[in-house]
């Protein structure tokens, strides 16, 4: 898969601009996080994908590629594509990188909508849940 996927980067005359870095240490990650304008995201295969939030956590805008849960994750907190086309990926991109408001307001979404997946939170949203399960369950005669 890399070697095809280097071979289409040099095709595009890209690899003077694309670097393929591997796995990284959590040190580099978040310097690779802190060095990005932009988190794009564009898997077709993504469940909940944590690297939307690392990137949140960084204050990077995401541009993501629904798909999966990447959409129910981002919510409103970044710029979601229906398609998978990469000049419209590009553009999302480029919209971002231009507009520096609308990168803000992405940063604070993107903030925002950390906290919503917070622990407590979520463990608290866990519990609610299973006890409204059990209480249906236990007052249905189940």
Request: hydrophobic share 45%; charged share 25%.
């Amino acid at each position: 898969y890399e070697r095809t996927l280097r071979s289409y980067i040099d095709a595009l005359g890209l690899s003077h601009v694309v670097n393929l870095v591997g796995s990284a240490s959590p040190d580099v990650l978040a310097a690779y996080y802190e060095a990005a304008d932009v988190f794009p995201c564009v898997s077709e295969h993504e469940g909940f994908c944590v690297p939307i939030m690392e990137a949140w956590y960084h204050r990077v805008p995401v541009v993501a590629q629904a798909g999966t849960a990447v959409d129910e994750t981002v919510g409103h907190a970044g710029v979601v594509l229906r398609s998978g086309n990469p000049t419209r990926i590009a553009a999302a991109v480029a919209r971002v990188l231009d507009d520096r408001a609308l990168a803000e307001v992405l940063r604070r979404r993107g903030t925002a909508r950390l906290e919503e997946f917070a622990v407590e939170r979520s463990k608290a949203r866990l519990i609610e849940s299973v006890t409204s399960a059990v209480e249906a369950m236990v007052g249905g005669g189940v």
